[in-house]
């Protein structure tokens, strides 16, 4: 058998040639299982993180305050042991074996005493290279005829340079392949070629475009660009060899677009969603609670949790973020009935279900009640319990879905890792993730297209001439650096016979690599190299400097921004009136038609009828109605809605809600009358009580002065709004009551925050707000256009002729109203409060007859049309000026909601204003 061997030849086809029966071309894992199964030395090889954790073991057994690594084991020792365990595997590809390593540092010191220690270790990949050398010396023939090296024998790693010798003293041919010499010094092309391999100045001809870099703005460019010239030629491309680095999407897009094969070439990674599940899982084993991660968990496309469970969740977290509050008590309650109509009645016979009650304690457990110290650790017994949870749902997907049968076995692997531990901190944890997840995985959906022009991966697989190579993805991928060992360390190793490798073996494998692609090529390199890649700033590849220092070698300073010049060419230079070439190559290019975007329509027309009230109205939906009936319609008509993953309060609105019900439990059944001191020292105790589940994220690392600054308001808040109460001689009759009315024939429902009585026994309805400008409140009382208070009022009124209003800002601790109960601080208002509610009414009922005739209006963009016909200059004039004609009119005004509504994309208004 003739094998191809280089460093960078793993993932390559066999063979190129049009009969290669009995050739291969291997790269150091595809060597190694060749040699391994040739030599009757397969077995069980274990994933690398079981190797760290069986390291971890050894120095854990050997662990005392002198180890020399017993400061970083103590602090993380799942690192700590993945470090010594990578050096030991340097050490052993140098040739250490079974040999006492020299006592002259530290460090090899503490891999001596681990390595004696009588625990399994499994064999890696450098004791697997050891063991082939060990069967090559005792005679076991390889049968291997001819092995041809892609470099020089003398840049591999010392093990593999000792296994090649072995392999020829069995009879084994070894070939070094040439590097082909350039043809010839007439193109740029030839010319760097030669100056690389004989340092002499190049000559470079500012007309020729045989070596190009191309630059483009981004990586979508820059693929546009490469897709123009092989689909500008195609007859062409079958002596063209494309190096694709990384992933192919964004370049497979393009080449779709012109008619061309794609590559199909997908970058491993970590991030992908099924690979998350397992991360998030154990994200949601800590306390406190992450809301965050909680709700990323909720919301995966395919979460380990019912899809009805999920939604209940989020449901109860957009409502209040946290874990085991009222809300979460609901949603939770949802959760067990529907778990009993959807899945337990539904189900089958033949298989065994936990019951409602269950199946709700269970998610209780694991997404509430027991959460752990991220210092002292989850007890392997939990860990237990979730991986095994999560397999039994990957289990379902595995044979049909390839990340998801990935994810299970990632999953299977941290359970084993971690067997041998009682408990563990999340540090250690989210290493061993690490470990365990590595790289990730390819995206299984890409696919791979037959083309004419031949497609490797790196440069160092170029291993046959080509007249075109084209390099993808030309910008800077740093590799890595090797260990750093002491001159002291390597040359005690060197006299017992442990020979470490060079800083600069590595990169000058790789410089050979870039070099093999340069050398192979005939006619014309062209390397595509984008300056931004995914919104970040890219740089061209390390070989550029190479190539560029080469080129100036021996030019004077006045030449050198000609040479460059010459040498490359920027995407916008390609394209001159309709016409775009590159490199000989050429195309016609057709301009795209335009048209003007439409502008948005300030309305839009229904079948008249087909809107009408739904089964009950509120305060929200009257205002909505008011200000902007397209906002209404889509929200409470069409039943639109951010998604609750989206709608998570945080802020003014977490703290507001948090706020409210600590005034709802002080004043909860039976009433109670409240001092300003004793108020404020239970407002506190509740504002710890609450946090977890109803503001959470403030429990987080980081948060510390956020959550003094915000308790410290909070119980001030109370303090001052008990004191008003107090000072005005006002006793609280009931929090949270609910009123009714009808309007239109239609259900009215609203909820006081608080029901007051005053010395006269009139009711004072007071509503909370929690918010840093007064301004706008104090505005519409002085105004009449407080519709929310209005709205109070005339619920009250059937019970309550003579109810008084206001509002309670619980920030500023101020109380808003102009009821004559305030005296000198009582707001002057411009029309009483019936006034305001027959107005209210009066526009809600024009704008409710527009939307049952058909007419659906987006009130923001006509307020914008009226702005740009008019002679006002702002908006807010615009506005006012339309509060005092609708008054006038008797009607009332409410703002449109542009600035905070969800379907600003949808009416045309993009939230510009």
Known sequence: MNIVFGTYLDSLTWSDKPAAI???????????????????LTGNYVHPARRISQYLQRMQSIDNPGAWFHRSFSADPWSTAKQMLSWRDTLVASG????ALPSTSARLQALGDIEAVDLPLSAG??????SIALSLKSGIPAHIETLTLSEPRSILPAIWQQILALLAGQGTHIVESAVPAPQGTTTNLSAIQHALGSLNPPHIDTGDDSLLLISAETE????????????????????????????????????????????????????????????????????????????????????????FAARHLLSALASEPGVGGEAWKNAMEKIGSDYQTKVLDQASGNRKLPSAAEYVQQLEAFLHTERFDPATGIPYRALEERCQWLMEFLGAYADRDSLMAEALS????????????????RITLERMLDSVIGVGASNPLVQSHAAAYQVVHTPGQVLSPTSTTIWWNFTSNHSGSAAWWSSQERQSLAESGIILEETSAHSLRESRSWQLALQNTSKRLLLFAPRQICGETAYPHPFWDEIRSVALCGENHSHEEAILTALTRHEHQLQQQGRWSLAERRMSLTALSTADLP????????????????KHLSYSQMSMLIGCPMNWTLKYHAGLRAADAHSLPTGNQM????????????????VKQWKPDK???????????????????????????????????????????????????????????KLEGTLQGTPFIGFADLILRTPAGEPFVLDLKWSYATKYRKEEIEQGSALQLATYNWLMASEEPNTHTGYFLLAQGELLSDSPLLGDEALPSAVPLDTTWQMGQLSFVQSLQGLQSGRVEARGILERKLLENSDVDKLDKLQSERREEMARNKMLYIKPPCGYCDYATLCGMGGSL
């Open 599 to 614: 502008e948005p329509e300030e309305s839009c027309t229904v079948q008249a009828g087909a809107i009408a009230l739904g």
């Open 220 to 307: 979508w460019d820059a693929a546009e660009t490469l897709a123009r010239y092989l689909a500008s030629a195609p007859a062409d491309n079958s002596t063209t060899t494309l190096i694709c680095q990384g992933s192919s999407d964004i370049l497979d897009q393009a080449l779709q677009r012109h008619g061309l094969p794609q590559i199909g070439a997908s970058s491993d990674s970590p991030w992908r969603t099924a690979l998350q599940i397992l991360p998030l899982v154990i994200a949601n084993c800590w306390e406190p609670v992450d809301v965050n991660r909680l709700v990323e968990l909720l919301s995966l496309p395919s979460p380990p949790i019912r899809y």
């Open 96 to 99: 250490w074996q079974d040999t």
């Open 655 to 670: 703290i507001g809600s948090l706020c409210h019900r600590i005034v709802e439990l002080l004043y909860a059944e039976p």
């Open 22 to 40: 009995g050739e291969l071309r291997l790269g150091p894992m595809g060597m190694l299982g060749l040699l391994e199964t040739r030599l009757g």
């Open 125 to 130: 990949r450098e004791d697997r290279l050891q």
């Open 679 to 737: 108020a404020a020292q239970k407002a506190r105790e509740l504002f710890h009580e609450l946090t977890r589940s109803m503001a959470a994220e403030l429990l987080l690392e980081g948060h510390e002065v956020e959550i003094r600054r915000y308790e410290r308001a909070i119980v001030e808040a109370v303090r001052k709004l008990v004191d008003a109460i107090c000072r005005l001689n006002l006793k609280v009759e009931e929090a949270e009551r």
């Open 410 to 425: 990632q999953t299977s692997e941290l359970l084993h890792v971690s067997a041998s531990m009682n408990h563990i901190p």
